[in-house]
């Protein structure tokens, strides 16, 4: 069954500690993203991967940290530099952009949802 | 760089009724368009896409869209309603990058 698996699904932490959610698929796919997701606010970029050993940011990258050593998978770190941690969090992954370099669906993973006190 | 807008972040409609969420886009070169459902506390599910050819594109659980170029709408409809409908709707437009909409949430009344 193939598929994108972030764990845990519920993640409680302090103010002040770092974090890491997890992100995994076997979809071969080869490019890899984080959002997060906050009430009425739609879904924001942290950081997209579109091959092993590289990543760039996206629009919120501030606070967060990611690597990807592997083609399947694509950890995130809430760092203690991030204000407002408290988010739900969507890991995806999509086959390269074709030959136009427009970019093709997403799969998503079932999310993550941090709470920071 | 293209964008997306969905008009209305609340649309309630009774079971049987139809539906209808709206999608405008903007983009300076032809996009792939997309329609992802969300169930509270989920990840997001493709519903359909645009990408060439046919205009009109039917999806999963009975809903389809329209492109229209001259409108930049890509609109979702479903014909009669279900409680099961009751989610979140994202629409999508991605040229080199995705972006997505705000979202609109669908209530079902019975």
């Known amino acids: 069954d193939g598929g994108i698996t972030q764990s845990p699904k519920y993640l409680f932490r302090k103010e002040g500690q770092n974090v890491t959610l997890s992100c995994e698929q076997n979809l071969n796919h080869d490019a890899m993203y984080w959002y997060r997701q906050d009430p009425g606010q739609g879904l924001r970029l942290i950081y997209y991967s579109q091959i092993v050993n590289d990543f760039q940011k996206g629009d919120i990258a501030e606070g967060y940290s990611v690597s990807r050593e592997k083609k399947e998978s694509f950890p995130l770190t809430v760092t203690s530099a991030q204000k407002n941690p408290t988010a739900f969090y969507l890991c995806?992954?999509?086959?390269?952009?074709?030959?136009?370099?427009?970019?093709?669906?997403?799969?998503f993973g079932p999310g993550t949802r941090l709470t920071v006190t | 760089a293209q964008s997306v807008t969905q008009l209305g972040s609340h649309v309630s409609v009774s079971e049987g009724a139809l539906v209808l969420l709206r999608c405008n886009y903007s983009?300076?070169?032809?996009?792939?368009l997309f329609w992802y459902v969300q169930y509270p506390n989920q990840g997001l599910q493709l519903l359909l896409k645009y990408t060439t050819g046919a205009t009109l594109v039917k999806g999963i659980n009975g809903f389809e869209a329209e492109f229209k170029k001259s409108e930049t709408s890509f609109h979702l409809t479903k014909p009669s309603a279900h409680m099961s409908d009751a989610a979140e709707y994202f629409c999508?437009?991605?040229?080199?990058?995705?972006?997505f909409g705000a979202g609109t949430r669908l209530t079902v009344k019975p």
């Open positions: 983009s300076s070169v032809p996009p792939y």
């Open positions: 999508a437009v991605s040229v080199l990058d995705m972006r």
């Open positions: 995806a992954s999509s086959t390269q952009p074709g030959s136009s370099g427009v970019s093709y669906e997403q799969y």
